[in-house]
């Protein structure tokens, strides 16, 4: 709003100058751009993201597979901190040795991360595998794929607001060091007759 206000003061302003018109203008353009292109933007954004995060949640729940892994024995080592990515964050680590069986049926053997805060030998707890029985880590869930792709939206709209807003700053900054370039143009022409008598200043 203080753009048009801007720009209906300087209307019939006998003072104005070109350069109060185009900062009127161009706040009036960074306005606009940012009411409406930046919010476009950080859709257009979020909506590729949100594609491109669903489709890799597919993927990743096509491509992986709970399975229950017994514990051998506990290996050496301190309680680990809770997998960020699971449903819980009182989830807790210990590092065991385990038996699984593979999804193509193949049998496994090695150390994993059980979310049991006292393992012992043949207790059962579940781990994500690919389709070799390779541990992976926990699929991306859909929700958590929503979150990502609104943040990216959101991330997008602010930067492309603080570009706008950039250089609209740039030009000014550009039109202000002109302006003051002018003005000692100007007085250095005047200078050395100001004050003089029949000079006319």
């Known amino acids: 709003m203080g753009a048009i206000r801007g720009l209906w003061r300087w209307r019939h302003n006998p003072l104005r100058r070109a350069t109060d018109l185009v900062e009127a203008w161009l706040a009036l353009v960074v306005l606009l751009l940012v009411l409406v292109a930046a919010p476009l933007i950080g859709s257009l954004i979020g909506v590729v993201a949100q594609d491109t995060l669903q489709r890799s949640v597919r993927e990743q729940r096509a491509d ?31 590092r065991v040795l ?8 193949t049998a496994q053997h090695g150390a994993v991360l059980a979310n049991l805060n006292v393992p012992h030998a043949g207790d059962h707890f579940k781990v994500w595998t690919d389709q070799h029985g390779r541990v992976v880590a926990r699929p991306l869930d859909s929700a958590t794929a929503t979150t990502h792709a609104v943040l990216a939206g959101f991330g997008a709209a602010l930067l492309t607001a603080g570009l ?38």
């Open 98 to 105: 385990a038996d699984w069986t593979a999804p193509d049926g």
């Open 164 to 201: 706008v807003d950039s250089g609209r700053r740039l030009v000014l900054w550009r039109m202000v060091r002109r302006r003051y370039a002018r003005w000692d143009q100007a007085w250095e022409r005047a200078g050395p007759d100001w004050g003089r008598t029949g000079t006319g200043s």
């Open 64 to 94: 992986r597979h709970v399975v229950t892994a017994t514990v051998v024995k506990k290996l050496k080592g301190a309680v680990l901190d809770p997998d960020p990515d699971s449903s819980t964050a009182r989830d807790s680590r210990s």
